[in-house]
């Protein structure tokens, strides 16, 4: 009787011990399961931190930046009021603000140039002078020579 009472025993412990050791698979499972998604989502959290820091600092750069200004349309940094920036190349996205070249002389009239894009605005009111093409109309000048 007392060894049939050991055995139940022993049989109600290695269940127990079953039963305890599969629920410990389990919550392990579970464990490695919330870390991944604890994981993924620091990392998420990092990737926003780092567009919200990078959105600051392009807000901070846009406060600085005044324009467009008539007659031509410039932007310039408020602190350098007399060194227009590439309307072209401010606008884009992302902004990329370049200062235009010092007016250029030549080509028919006084222009600036973007050194980036190439972008020119002529700031006097003469166009550039077309070149002028000698001969009869439809001939070209150096036709059969």
């Not at 009472?5 to 305890?20: E, H, I, Q």
């Not at 991944?36 to 600092?57: C, G, H, P, Q």
């Not at 080509?107 to 002078?129: D, F, M």
Request: proline share 8%; glycine share 6%; with cysteine.
């Amino acid at each position: 009787m007392i060894l049939e009472s050991v055995a139940t025993v022993f049989r109600y412990a290695n269940s127990a011990f079953a039963a305890l050791q599969s629920t410990w698979k389990a919550l392990k499972g579970l464990i490695y399961k919330r870390k991944r998604v604890i994981m993924a989502l620091e990392e998420r959290t990092t990737e926003l931190e780092f567009e919200n820091r990078s959105l600051k600092d392009e807000i901070a750069r846009k406060n600085e930046i005044i324009g467009p200004l008539e007659p031509y349309g410039y932007f310039f940094y408020k602190d350098r009021p007399n060194e227009p920036l590439c309307p072209k190349c401010t606008q884009s996205l992302p902004s990329h603000p370049v200062n235009l070249s010092p007016i250029v002389i030549g080509n028919g009239g006084s222009y600036r140039e973007c050194i980036h894009c190439h972008w020119q605005k002529y700031e006097s009111s003469e166009q550039p002078v077309q070149p002028v093409r000698m001969g009869r109309p439809g001939i070209g000048s150096f036709r059969n020579r």
